[in-house]
């Protein structure tokens, strides 16, 4: 199957140049839908993202606590596949593609299968994202399922409050195949380091609630919710926007941009907040922990486009954005990536449903990474010849 590839601008480097320009309202929601959207009463105006740097500590017995109750999640103790069934109105869900959006839609969602409970959920979910909301990107939206603690209670879903899933963008078999490829990416990351978000492949069927009918079946990744990845760090998520290279723990920093060009991803910005999550601890340490690889070259999305500034030609093109360093300075973290050649290369092949023309593909381009592991002249025009001296990305 041929795709038409669709130039657009995402939001990362827009948000940079106009230092977090406010977004402009998408159309007019539908109204009157059945089983429609929820808007909420008005709520009071929000604390600045400041203000929960100013939160009293817990002390660090509390703090080891909540590490164990979050890395005990049972979502995420299993890499098998969670067969789920969401049923909402999903034309109305789909209609809603505005991304400041704080409409709710009732949903029910069922797990099946030997190790699941089936009792169903009474959910809420709300649309998200940027690029992905877009109609000219994508049919179906990407979602954020909202649960309730005395629902969840003895499921798979014990003790989540919220998750982002990652949807099949349209009902084809080479997006169920991307969504496999970026599934694929969070695992590497998990490879890679603990400080990441984990992810729980789903088989994920979406009813509509009025009629009854499928509306897909297809692939879907649960992610593990900013509040429980800083919770297995002992610290705390927090939102802070403008952040420069040298406020950030440099160790975390550099395995973070490292990784994102392991897989060919620079749709990620710190200054901007932009698929990047910020954990801080008692210490007053910054870690910035990414997430959303979809426009990346291990996943090759039929609508991924670089953006001009940064002057490559593909997103299959690997660009290091992160801080310059000599390569020695590098060394540490590099070392890390090459220890885990091997497991790396095996997870291609553990992923359920990945076609022999994708794990191929995954393969050759994790493949040309390694290589380039092993190659000093590469490796420093690569990464401290063509660094970007910058304070921030």
Known sequence: MSFRRV???????????????P?????????????????????????????????????????????????????FQQSDPLVVTLTADFKAVNRDRNPDTTKTFPAVLTTTGPAAA??????????????????????????????????????????????????????????????????????????????????????ATYVDAASGKTVATRHAIFIEDEDDVARRMEGRAVSLPRMMFTDLDPESLTQMTLFQY?????????????????VTTPAKVFYPITWDFDVSGLVDPPYGIPQPVLGIASIQERLYRGPCRSLAEFEPSLAIFRAKQAEALALIDSIPG??????????????????????????????????????TM
């Open 7 to 21: 130039v657009i601008l995402t939001a990362p480097f827009l948000m940079l140049l106009a230092a977090v320009a």
């Open 23 to 75: 977004r402009a309202a998408e159309a007019p929601q539908a109204a009157g839908v059945q089983q429609g959207a929820q808007t909420p009463p008005a709520q009071k105006a929000k604390k600045p993202p400041s203000a929960k740097m100013g939160l009293p500590w817990p002390d660090a017995a509390k703090l080891a606590d909540q590490r164990r109750e979050a890395e005990a999640r049972p979502l």
């Open 118 to 203: 089936s009792t169903p959920l009474k959910v809420t979910l709300r649309t998200r994202g940027n690029l992905r909301l877009n109609y000219r990107t994508c049919g179906f939206v990407p979602l954020t399922v909202n649960f309730a603690k005395k629902e969840v209670a003895g499921t798979a879903f014990d003790g989540q409050n919220k998750l982002k899933l990652v949807t099949h963008c349209q009902n084809d078999d080479q997006y169920d195949q991307g969504v496999l490829r970026e599934y694929l990416a969070y695992r590497l990351y998990n490879l890679v380091t603990p400080q990441s978000f984990r992810a729980r492949l789903a088989m």
């Open 262 to 278: 392991m897989i060919g991803n620079t749709d990620f910005s710190i200054f901007a907040i932009h698929n990047v999550a910020m």
């Open 354 to 391: 990945l076609d022999q023309r994708n794990r191929r593909e995954v393969s050759e381009y994790l493949g040309q990474f390694f290589t380039l592991l092993g190659r000093k002249d590469g490796l420093k025009r690569d990464l401290v010849d063509k660094c970007r001296k910058q304070p």
